[in-house]
């Protein structure tokens, strides 16, 4: 079963993140990160931010989890624009060691199967940071999504353009397709971190730890991985049916074991 911690907000569990990231580096100076977008990681970006000031991480790799089709990648809501300004710029990164997903690729129907050799040539990901999305993608694997599916093209929901509306002047605005990792993909990572905060995720928390695992919920596929984390908040949490077990279990952990 993935360990559930229930934190008090989003900054506890960007905290509990990055120091996993930061023991980590620690270990391995050229380790493998993979950076979710959207709003659930940032948290995340800043604690590692601040907890890693005083580390080299000029080694470290990173792979983005998605990126959308048809949008000028300088746009500045590409994810290429938002992991530069999230990621690399705070962290002090190494540009060319951290990648997005090809998506301006003229040939899209192999960019994914490139993309994936990629970070099979990079030893593949040590951790790969996950939010979730109201209908349940992780990555944008939307209800449906094959577990064993590889990077592609993918077509977002209607929700999920809506819920991803507020980062555009105007909602048509919002591209209709993306390069995304597959469930196959993300199940590769050694550690899963899966984050998410408010009364909005609720639903789709309780139907990726506790529901049956189904491609109708495509991150229920954690439930396949044994090595998960999910940090969530009170919100998050409350739909969980074993929200007390959670909590018994992590206020018994010993401290030395990290997540
Ligand atoms: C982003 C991604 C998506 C988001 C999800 C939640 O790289 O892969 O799965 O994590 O849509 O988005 P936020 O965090 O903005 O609620």
Avoid at 223 to 232: I, R, W
Wanted: aromatic share 6%; charged share 25%; with cysteine.
């Amino acid at each position: 079963m993935a360990e559930i911690v229930i934190v008090p907000d989003a900054e506890a569990a960007g905290d509990l993140a990055a120091r996993a990231i930061v023991a980590l580096i620690e270990r391995r100076g050229d380790a493998v990160l993979g950076l979710a977008t959207g709003s659930t990681p940032l948290p995340v970006y800043r604690a590692l931010a601040e907890r890693a000031a005083g580390l080299d991480l000029a080694r470290v790799r990173g792979f983005a989890l998605d990126e959308y089709v048809g949008l000028d990648p300088a746009h500045p809501e590409s994810y290429r624009s938002v992991i530069r300004r999230e990621v690399i710029e705070p962290l002090g990164l190494t540009p060319e060691l951290v990648r997005t997903p090809p998506a301006d690729d003229p040939d899209l129907q192999t960019a994914g199967e490139r993309y994936d050799a990629e970070i099979r040539a990079a030893g593949g990901v040590d951790v790969q940071l996950l939010g979730i999305g109201t209908d349940g993608h992780i990555g944008f694997n939307e209800p449906g999504s094959s577990f064993a599916s590889r990077t592609r093209v993918k077509t977002l929901t209607r929700q999920t353009r809506a819920d991803n509306a507020r980062f555009f002047d105007d909602p048509e605005e919002v591209p209709r397709h993306c390069l995304t990792q597959g469930l196959g993909t993300i199940l590769e990572a050694r550690h899963l971190v899966l984050l998410a905060f408010g009364e909005g995720k609720a639903e789709a928390v309780r139907g990726a730890v506790e529901g049956p695992v189904t491609a109708m919920l495509p991150a229920s596929a954690i439930q396949l991985h044994p090595h998960v984390t999910v940090l969530v908040d009170e919100a998050a949490a409350s739909r969980l049916e074993l929200a007390e077990y959670y909590r018994d279990t992590y206020a018994g952990k010993p401290a030395w074991q990290g997540i």
